[in-house]
Protein backbone atom coordinates (compact mmCIF):
# COMPACT_ATOMS: atom_id res chain seq x y z
CA UNK A 1 0.00 0.00 0.00
CA UNK A 2 1.19 3.50 -0.62
CA UNK A 3 1.81 5.48 2.56
CA UNK A 4 4.16 8.39 3.94
CA UNK A 5 7.17 6.48 5.35
CA UNK A 6 9.11 7.88 8.41
CA UNK A 7 12.68 6.16 7.89
CA UNK A 8 14.79 7.93 10.41
CA UNK A 9 14.71 10.45 13.13
CA UNK A 10 14.26 14.28 11.98
CA UNK A 11 13.62 13.37 8.02
CA UNK A 12 10.29 14.27 6.33
CA UNK A 13 8.15 11.35 5.49
CA UNK A 14 8.53 10.28 1.57
CA UNK A 15 6.22 8.74 -0.39
CA UNK A 16 6.51 5.07 -0.99
CA UNK A 17 4.88 1.46 -0.39
CA UNK A 18 4.47 0.06 3.54
CA UNK A 19 3.48 -3.23 4.04
CA UNK A 20 -0.25 -3.43 4.77
CA UNK A 21 -1.62 -3.92 7.98
CA UNK A 22 -3.60 -7.11 9.49
CA UNK A 23 -5.83 -6.61 12.56
CA UNK A 24 -5.45 -8.82 15.19
CA UNK A 25 -8.37 -9.83 17.96
CA UNK A 26 -9.75 -6.31 19.61
CA UNK A 27 -8.66 -4.23 16.06
CA UNK A 28 -10.39 -2.69 13.21
CA UNK A 29 -8.72 -2.41 9.45
CA UNK A 30 -9.76 0.94 8.32
CA UNK A 31 -9.47 2.34 4.55
CA UNK A 32 -8.21 5.57 5.17
CA UNK A 33 -10.24 8.61 3.22
CA UNK A 34 -8.34 11.78 5.18
CA UNK A 35 -5.27 12.39 7.59
CA UNK A 36 -4.88 16.16 8.88
CA UNK A 37 -1.28 17.53 9.35
CA UNK A 38 -0.65 19.60 12.69
CA UNK A 39 2.10 20.19 15.21
CA UNK A 40 1.75 16.96 17.21
CA UNK A 41 1.92 14.72 14.00
CA UNK A 42 5.02 16.59 13.04
CA UNK A 43 6.63 16.22 16.35
CA UNK A 44 5.99 12.70 16.75
CA UNK A 45 7.37 11.63 13.12
CA UNK A 46 10.22 13.61 13.68
CA UNK A 47 11.40 12.15 17.18
CA UNK A 48 10.86 15.54 19.30
CA UNK A 49 7.68 14.17 20.74
CA UNK A 50 7.24 12.41 24.12
CA UNK A 51 5.38 10.12 22.66
CA UNK A 52 7.25 9.31 19.50
CA UNK A 53 7.95 6.10 18.13
CA UNK A 54 12.21 4.76 17.87
CA UNK A 55 11.49 2.11 15.97
CA UNK A 56 11.67 2.57 12.33
CA UNK A 57 10.47 2.61 9.13
CA UNK A 58 7.20 3.65 10.64
CA UNK A 59 4.08 5.36 8.70
CA UNK A 60 3.07 9.15 10.40
CA UNK A 61 0.05 10.32 11.54
CA UNK A 62 -1.85 10.25 14.83
CA UNK A 63 -5.11 9.92 13.37
CA UNK A 64 -7.66 10.06 10.42
CA UNK A 65 -10.79 9.59 9.07
CA UNK A 66 -11.56 5.93 7.16
CA UNK A 67 -14.29 3.07 6.82
CA UNK A 68 -13.95 -0.16 8.35
CA UNK A 69 -14.15 -3.43 6.66
CA UNK A 70 -17.92 -3.79 7.02
CA UNK A 71 -18.42 0.09 5.31
CA UNK A 72 -18.78 2.12 8.67
CA UNK A 73 -17.44 5.36 8.46
CA UNK A 74 -15.09 6.59 11.64
CA UNK A 75 -12.80 8.76 13.19
CA UNK A 76 -9.57 6.91 14.57
CA UNK A 77 -6.95 7.91 16.68
CA UNK A 78 -3.84 6.27 17.48
CA UNK A 79 -3.24 3.31 15.45
CA UNK A 80 -1.04 0.40 16.17
CA UNK A 81 2.59 0.81 15.40
CA UNK A 82 4.14 0.94 13.32
CA UNK A 83 0.73 1.66 11.16
CA UNK A 84 -0.02 5.61 10.83
CA UNK A 85 -3.27 7.41 9.48
CA UNK A 86 -1.24 8.54 6.40
CA UNK A 87 -1.54 5.41 4.48
CA UNK A 88 -4.13 3.66 1.74
CA UNK A 89 -5.04 1.48 5.19
CA UNK A 90 -4.38 1.39 9.12
CA UNK A 91 -4.90 -0.29 12.01
CA UNK A 92 -6.81 0.36 15.25
CA UNK A 93 -8.16 -1.40 18.53
CA UNK A 94 -12.07 -0.56 18.38
CA UNK A 95 -12.20 1.15 21.29
CA UNK A 96 -9.93 4.10 19.43
CA UNK A 97 -12.91 4.45 16.98
CA UNK A 98 -15.60 6.77 16.88
CA UNK A 99 -18.57 7.23 14.63
CA UNK A 100 -19.34 10.11 12.44
CA UNK A 101 -22.46 11.81 11.45
CA UNK A 102 -23.42 11.28 8.02
CA UNK A 103 -23.54 14.78 7.17
CA UNK A 104 -19.97 15.57 8.26
CA UNK A 105 -17.54 15.24 5.63
CA UNK A 106 -14.07 13.33 5.47
CA UNK A 107 -11.99 16.79 5.74
CA UNK A 108 -13.85 18.50 7.80
CA UNK A 109 -13.85 15.98 10.62
CA UNK A 110 -9.98 14.76 10.12
CA UNK A 111 -9.44 18.64 10.34
CA UNK A 112 -11.54 19.74 13.44
CA UNK A 113 -10.68 16.43 15.64
CA UNK A 114 -6.85 17.44 17.20
CA UNK A 115 -7.91 21.06 17.78
CA UNK A 116 -11.25 20.70 18.27
CA UNK A 117 -10.80 18.39 21.09
CA UNK A 118 -8.36 20.62 23.09
CA UNK A 119 -10.69 22.86 24.05
CA UNK A 120 -13.46 20.50 24.35
CA UNK A 121 -11.38 18.62 26.64
CA UNK A 122 -10.18 21.56 28.48
CA UNK A 123 -13.24 22.79 29.44
CA UNK A 124 -15.83 19.72 30.09
CA UNK A 125 -12.95 17.77 31.42
CA UNK A 126 -10.74 19.69 32.95
CA UNK A 127 -11.88 22.82 33.57
CA UNK A 128 -15.48 21.85 34.37
CA UNK A 129 -17.46 24.16 32.60
CA UNK A 130 -20.39 25.81 34.03
CA UNK A 131 -23.06 27.27 31.31
CA UNK A 132 -22.82 31.35 32.37
CA UNK A 133 -19.23 31.13 32.94
CA UNK A 134 -16.79 33.78 30.92
CA UNK A 135 -13.85 32.18 29.22
CA UNK A 136 -10.58 33.94 28.18
CA UNK A 137 -8.46 32.04 25.02
CA UNK A 138 -4.93 33.40 25.11
CA UNK A 139 -3.76 32.59 21.41
CA UNK A 140 -7.55 32.90 20.05
CA UNK A 141 -6.11 33.34 16.62
CA UNK A 142 -4.51 29.89 15.12
CA UNK A 143 -6.71 27.02 14.35
CA UNK A 144 -7.38 25.53 17.91
CA UNK A 145 -8.04 29.36 19.62
CA UNK A 146 -10.19 30.09 16.99
CA UNK A 147 -12.31 26.48 17.75
CA UNK A 148 -11.68 27.04 21.62
CA UNK A 149 -14.26 30.65 20.93
CA UNK A 150 -17.18 28.48 19.00
CA UNK A 151 -16.18 25.81 21.35
CA UNK A 152 -16.94 27.58 24.15
CA UNK A 153 -19.41 29.31 23.12
CA UNK A 154 -21.25 25.94 22.37
CA UNK A 155 -20.75 24.73 25.67
CA UNK A 156 -22.68 27.95 27.61
CA UNK A 157 -20.15 30.89 28.15
CA UNK A 158 -21.78 33.65 28.84
CA UNK A 159 -18.68 35.67 27.42
CA UNK A 160 -15.72 34.56 25.45
CA UNK A 161 -12.37 37.50 25.54
CA UNK A 162 -10.45 36.22 22.71
CA UNK A 163 -6.59 37.10 23.27
CA UNK A 164 -3.69 37.40 20.16
CA UNK A 165 -1.10 39.25 18.21
CA UNK A 166 -2.75 39.66 14.45
CA UNK A 167 -5.04 42.87 14.92
CA UNK A 168 -7.29 41.22 11.57
CA UNK A 169 -7.22 37.65 13.18
CA UNK A 170 -8.68 38.80 16.00
CA UNK A 171 -10.97 41.19 14.44
CA UNK A 172 -12.54 38.20 12.50
CA UNK A 173 -13.40 35.96 15.85
CA UNK A 174 -16.47 38.00 16.38
CA UNK A 175 -18.63 36.78 13.74
CA UNK A 176 -17.25 33.09 15.46
CA UNK A 177 -18.64 34.17 19.45
CA UNK A 178 -16.37 36.45 20.64
CA UNK A 179 -17.47 39.14 22.79
CA UNK A 180 -14.31 41.15 23.54
CA UNK A 181 -10.63 40.58 21.92
CA UNK A 182 -7.15 41.83 23.14
CA UNK A 183 -4.18 42.67 21.20
CA UNK A 184 -1.18 41.41 22.92
CA UNK A 185 1.00 43.93 21.64
CA UNK A 186 4.41 43.67 23.16
CA UNK A 187 2.94 41.62 25.86
CA UNK A 188 3.96 44.26 28.73
CA UNK A 189 2.53 45.94 31.34
CA UNK A 190 0.16 47.50 29.11
CA UNK A 191 -1.26 44.07 28.50
CA UNK A 192 -1.19 42.84 32.01
CA UNK A 193 -3.38 46.11 32.60
CA UNK A 194 -6.00 45.58 30.34
CA UNK A 195 -6.32 41.70 31.01
CA UNK A 196 -6.80 42.82 35.12
CA UNK A 197 -9.48 45.21 33.94
CA UNK A 198 -11.49 41.98 32.61
CA UNK A 199 -10.49 39.90 35.51
CA UNK A 200 -11.84 43.09 37.89
CA UNK A 201 -14.71 44.27 35.95
CA UNK A 202 -16.73 41.00 34.56
CA UNK A 203 -14.78 38.61 36.15
CA UNK A 204 -12.72 35.57 34.11
CA UNK A 205 -13.60 31.84 35.17
CA UNK A 206 -11.63 29.67 32.67
CA UNK A 207 -8.50 30.58 30.90
CA UNK A 208 -7.37 28.75 27.65
CA UNK A 209 -4.02 28.68 27.53
CA UNK A 210 -2.80 27.97 24.21
CA UNK A 211 0.93 30.00 24.03
CA UNK A 212 2.51 29.89 27.78
CA UNK A 213 5.76 32.40 28.39
CA UNK A 214 5.39 36.47 28.85
CA UNK A 215 1.66 36.19 28.13
CA UNK A 216 0.88 33.66 30.82
CA UNK A 217 2.37 35.13 33.01
CA UNK A 218 0.68 38.52 33.11
CA UNK A 219 -2.49 36.50 32.66
CA UNK A 220 -1.88 34.90 35.85
CA UNK A 221 -0.43 38.05 37.55
CA UNK A 222 -4.02 39.57 36.63
CA UNK A 223 -5.85 36.93 37.75
CA UNK A 224 -4.01 37.39 41.32
CA UNK A 225 -4.51 41.32 41.05
CA UNK A 226 -8.56 41.06 40.69
CA UNK A 227 -9.05 40.43 44.18
CA UNK A 228 -12.34 37.78 42.95
CA UNK A 229 -14.17 36.61 45.97
CA UNK A 230 -15.85 34.36 43.92
CA UNK A 231 -14.81 30.47 42.76
CA UNK A 232 -11.20 30.78 41.35
CA UNK A 233 -10.41 30.92 38.06
CA UNK A 234 -9.44 27.54 36.56
CA UNK A 235 -6.20 28.37 34.02
CA UNK A 236 -5.85 25.46 32.19
CA UNK A 237 -2.29 24.91 30.20
CA UNK A 238 -2.86 23.56 26.31
CA UNK A 239 -0.24 24.77 24.56
CA UNK A 240 3.20 26.16 24.26
CA UNK A 241 3.46 28.00 20.99
CA UNK A 242 5.29 30.85 22.43
CA UNK A 243 7.65 29.60 25.00
CA UNK A 244 8.23 26.32 26.79
CA UNK A 245 8.91 27.94 30.40
CA UNK A 246 7.78 30.61 32.38
CA UNK A 247 8.87 32.48 35.33
CA UNK A 248 6.42 33.31 37.61
CA UNK A 249 6.29 35.28 41.26
CA UNK A 250 5.21 32.53 43.89
CA UNK A 251 3.57 35.87 45.37
CA UNK A 252 0.96 35.18 42.15
CA UNK A 253 -0.07 32.36 43.35
CA UNK A 254 -0.02 32.49 47.34
CA UNK A 255 -2.14 35.97 46.70
CA UNK A 256 -5.35 34.44 44.65
CA UNK A 257 -7.26 31.58 44.39
CA UNK A 258 -6.29 30.98 41.16
CA UNK A 259 -6.32 26.91 39.82
CA UNK A 260 -3.56 26.28 37.47
CA UNK A 261 -4.04 23.05 35.49
CA UNK A 262 -3.31 20.82 32.28
CA UNK A 263 -4.74 19.46 29.12
CA UNK A 264 -3.24 17.25 26.85
CA UNK A 265 -2.39 13.24 26.40
CA UNK A 266 -2.98 11.87 29.90
CA UNK A 267 -4.28 14.67 31.41
CA UNK A 268 -7.71 12.47 31.01
CA UNK A 269 -8.84 8.96 30.79
CA UNK A 270 -8.78 7.21 26.98
CA UNK A 271 -12.34 6.52 27.32
CA UNK A 272 -12.90 10.45 28.23
CA UNK A 273 -10.85 11.71 25.62
CA UNK A 274 -12.81 9.49 22.81
CA UNK A 275 -16.14 10.35 24.54
CA UNK A 276 -14.96 14.05 24.14
CA UNK A 277 -14.61 13.35 20.57
CA UNK A 278 -17.94 11.75 19.77
CA UNK A 279 -19.57 15.06 21.26
CA UNK A 280 -16.97 17.31 19.22
CA UNK A 281 -17.98 15.16 15.81
CA UNK A 282 -21.76 14.86 16.59
CA UNK A 283 -21.45 18.85 17.69
CA UNK A 284 -19.56 20.07 14.82
CA UNK A 285 -22.62 20.64 11.91
CA UNK A 286 -25.70 21.34 14.16
CA UNK A 287 -23.30 24.06 16.15
CA UNK A 288 -21.50 25.58 12.83
CA UNK A 289 -17.98 24.67 13.89
CA UNK A 290 -15.96 26.39 10.84
CA UNK A 291 -12.33 25.66 10.36
CA UNK A 292 -10.60 26.48 7.44
CA UNK A 293 -8.82 23.48 5.62
CA UNK A 294 -6.17 23.15 2.23
CA UNK A 295 -6.07 19.47 1.11
CA UNK A 296 -3.29 17.87 -1.16
CA UNK A 297 -3.43 14.30 -2.31
CA UNK A 298 -0.67 11.70 0.12
CA UNK A 299 1.31 11.55 -2.80
CA UNK A 300 2.69 15.13 -1.97
CA UNK A 301 3.20 14.42 1.53
CA UNK A 302 7.31 15.98 1.32
CA UNK A 303 5.71 19.25 -0.28
CA UNK A 304 2.87 19.66 1.75
CA UNK A 305 5.23 18.93 4.96
CA UNK A 306 7.64 21.59 4.38
CA UNK A 307 5.35 24.36 3.19
CA UNK A 308 1.74 23.81 4.60
CA UNK A 309 1.29 26.58 7.64
CA UNK A 310 -0.44 25.72 10.49
CA UNK A 311 -3.80 27.52 9.06
CA UNK A 312 -5.30 26.41 6.93
CA UNK A 313 -5.52 23.30 7.96
CA UNK A 314 -3.35 20.72 5.89
CA UNK A 315 -5.86 17.30 5.24
CA UNK A 316 -4.23 14.70 3.13
CA UNK A 317 -6.67 13.04 1.10
CA UNK A 318 -5.88 9.17 0.68
CA UNK A 319 -6.17 7.47 -2.38
Known amino acids: MKAAIVV ?151 RVVAIGRNAEALKSLYSLGADETILIGDGGDTFEQTVTEQFRRDGVDVVLDYLWGPTAERIIVAAAKSDKDELPTRFVHIGAVSATNLTLPGAALRASAISVMGSGIGSASRDRLMAALDGLMHAAVPAGFQIETRTFPLAQVEHAWATAPNRPRAVFQIP
Open 8 to 158: ETGRTPVYGDFEEPVPAAGEARIEVRAAALYNLVKSRATGTHYSSSVQFPFVAGVDGVGRRDDGRRVYFVFPRAPFGSMAEKSVVTTSQLVSLPDDLDDVTAAAIANPGMSSWVALKERAKLVAGEAVLVNGATGTAGRLAVQIAKHLGAR
